[in-house]
């Protein structure tokens, strides 16, 4: 009776180990390759611990690719510097810019000189278009911060101001500083706003020293 019992609990211990080794296999290949960059470059050099990359550069992670012509790789740091001519493609859109820093473990992005984003809204109608001197991507969501010369084209209207920070999960952004949104030749002057880009919830509120310039027909 004792054998039979030691005998029915290794079938019990291997079956669970069966139902279970598939399922930690699988973890561990989803997390590997959500770990993993692709690097591809015409020509590279390693110097004093860095890892100097030219020609025709593509940075595979994910869903984001990114292009450019040169720049330097820091092992340690796990963080890409770039410059000329980037473009990243990411789920959310593409950003264009002259220079990028790329914090590849967790996935924190900053632009800086003329940089471009067209960003892809849940309402694919009406996306956005944003310029500015600097913007970081970061997060799960895709949130994002801008600044310096800050113009977001947005269902024909322009928002400038000299900061934006955008909450992905909420889609709603908030400007400030010297805040002015233009439709046509009306504008709305104001020290902060908020505009709302989600599909249900539309439209903006500006506050503090709101000034209103409105052509009649």
């Known amino acids: 009776m ?11 211990f291997i079956l669970i180990l069966l139902t279970i080794s598939p399922i930690v296999l699988a973890q561990e290949e989803n997390q590997t390759e959500a770990d993993t960059v692709y690097i591809n470059a015409d020509q590279l050099e390693y110097k004093d611990e860095t890892t100097i990359l030219n020609g025709n550069l593509v940075i595979r992670k994910n869903n984001t690719t990114i292009n450019a012509q040169k720049g330097e790789l820091f092992r340690e740091e796990n963080k890409l510097s770039l410059e000329d001519k980037i473009e990243v493609d990411y789920e959310d859109g593409v950003v264009q810019s002259k220079k990028l820093t790329a914090y590849l473990e967790n ?5 800086e000189d003329k940089v471009v984003l067209n960003y892809n809204l849940e309402d694919d109608e009406n996306n956005m278009n944003l310029v500015s001197d600097y913007l970081e991507i ?17 269902e024909g209207k322009n928002f400038k101001g000299d900061k934006a920070e955008y909450d992905g999960e909420e889609e709603i ?31 903006y509120t500006a506050e503090g020293n709101v000034e209103i310039k409105m052509m009649l027909d």
């Open 2 to 12: 004792r054998k039979y019992k030691r005998n029915t609990l290794v079938v019990i």
């Open 107 to 111: 996935g924190k992005y900053i632009f």
């Open 138 to 154: 970061f997060g799960d969501n895709n949130s994002f911060n801008a600044k310096q010369n800050v113009l977001i084209k947005y």
């Open 173 to 203: 952004m908030f400007l400030t500083g010297n805040v002015m949104i233009e439709e046509g030749e009306d504008w709305v002057k104001s020290d902060k706003a908020k505009f709302f880009l989600g599909s249900e919830d539309k439209g």
